[in-house]
């Protein structure tokens, strides 16, 4: 049966499973037969739709990069830009626990060096840092973040959710000092280290825990 007249979840099969195996077995593991094997569809299926197995780990790049600017895309904008700076990083929180075998492939570069991947493949996702800078700078124009470069800013912000997001998955968050309560505390620290008021940010943070269900913990959807 053709590729490409398959169902059409094979592809974003393709991609998961690739991913899974990356993350939890290392770059040996990856092969067309060993993929394809668990998709349950035949190995042209790789070479149809990526055309190779460095096709398919750029796509996953990709694809991760892509979930991670959906699920921040579903952040609004509202009149206490700090409370949406505090909940982009519980976007950037879920959709890495909810694609933990994206996330870990997106970052691993030492896992990724076998596959003739681009400069531009491995800086993909900085466009989706876009957003926290302009969230950013409208927390410096309402006087809540000290005057400082947007851009710092949301990288400075990424770096630390980034590394949190990283020992929870790794499971290094534990009692009496568990993720939740780590991360609630992290994002008031960025807030107040960025510039902002600690009794202002607390409000802030509080805020954006209760829009975070209505607006982010819905299932992601899958490109």
């Known amino acids: 049966m053709s590729p490409r007249r398959a169902d059409p979840s094979v592809r974003p099969a393709l991609v998961d499973v690739g991913a899974r195996l990356l993350a939890e077995e290392g770059p040996k593991a990856l092969s067309a037969r060993r993929v394809a094997s668990e998709v349950g569809c035949s190995t042209m299926a790789v070479y149809t739709h990526f055309g190779g197995m460095s096709g398919l780990v750029r796509e996953m790049v990709h694809v991760g990069f892509t979930r991670l600017k959906d699920c921040l895309g579903r952040v609004a904008d509202t009149g206490d830009p700090v409370a949406d700076t505090a909940l982009l990083g519980r976007a950037y929180r879920h959709n890495g626990l909810e694609n933990p075998h994206l996330?870990?492939?997106?970052?691993?570069?030492?896992?990724?060096?076998?596959?003739?991947?681009?400069?531009?493949?491995?800086?993909?996702?900085?466009?989706?840092?876009?957003?926290?800078?302009?969230?950013?700078?409208?927390?410096?124009?309402?006087?809540?973040?000290?005057?400082?470069?947007?851009?710092?800013?949301?990288?400075?912000?990424?770096?630390?959710?980034?590394?949190?997001?990283?020992?929870?998955?790794?499971?290094?968050?534990?009692?009496?000092y568990d993720a939740d309560q780590c991360f609630e505390t992290q994002l008031t620290g960025l807030m107040i280290s960025a510039g902002d008021d600690r009794e202002a940010a607390e409000r802030s943070v509080r805020v954006s825990r209760e829009r975070f269900a209505r607006e982010v913990e819905e299932p992601l959807r899958v490109p």
Request: overall charge negative.
């Open 103 to 176: 996330y870990a492939v997106m970052f691993g570069a030492s896992s990724l060096a076998s596959f003739s991947l681009s400069e531009n493949d491995r800086q993909h996702g900085r466009y989706t840092l876009a957003g926290v800078a302009r969230c950013a700078e409208r927390c410096i124009g309402a006087g809540r973040f000290q005057d400082d470069d947007p851009m710092l800013v949301a990288n400075q912000m990424w770096i630390a959710v980034h590394g949190m997001v990283a020992l929870e998955l790794g499971g290094y968050l534990v009692e009496p």
